[in-house]
C-alpha cells in the first residue's frame, strides 16, 4: 500500500522559506514521477511542481524561480524548497505519487504566509 508523509509546512513570515518533504513508502520510488500540489479555501487543487523518475523538473509559473522540487531515490522523498514566500503561497500542500488522475495523495500539510 503507497503512503506518502509530508513535513515541514508552518507559518512563515513574507519573504521567508520553508523546506517540506514527502516520505514514500510501498513504491519503488525510483520509477515514480512526484509533485507537489496545493489547495487553498475555496479553490481548486492546482499543480505546483512535479519531477520525473529522470529528474525533469516542471513549475507553475506562479512559483518559478522560487520554488525548488528534488528527489533523493535513496531515502524514497520528494522536497520542495520554498524561498520568498508570499501571502497567496498560503495553502494546504499535497504530495503526489504517479500523477494527478490515478496517482496517490498525501494527507497534506499547511503553509501559511503571515505578518
Known amino acids: 500500500q503507497v503512503q506518502l508523509v509530508e513535513s515541514g509546512g508552518g507559518l512563515v513570515q513574507p519573504g521567508g522559506s520553508l523546506r517540506l518533504s514527502c516520505a514514500a513508502s510501498?513504491?519503488?520510488?525510483?520509477?515514480?514521477?512526484m509533485g507537489w500540489y496545493r489547495q487553498a479555501p475555496g479553490n481548486q487543487r492546482e499543480l505546483v511542481a512535479t519531477i520525473t523518475s529522470g529528474g525533469i523538473t516542471n513549475y507553475a509559473d506562479s512559483v518559478k524561480g522560487r520554488f525548488t522540487i528534488s528527489r533523493d531515490n535513496a531515502k524514497s522523498t520528494v522536497y520542495l524548497q520554498m524561498n520568498s514566500l508570499k501571502p497567496e503561497d498560503t495553502a494546504v500542500y499535497y504530495c503526489?505519487?504517479?500523477?494527478?488522475?490515478?496517482?496517490?495523495w498525501g494527507q497534506g500539510t499547511q503553509v501559511t504566509v503571515s505578518s
Open positions: 503526489n505519487a504517479g500523477g494527478r488522475i490515478t496517482g496517490s
Open positions: 510501498g513504491i519503488i520510488f525510483s520509477i515514480y514521477n
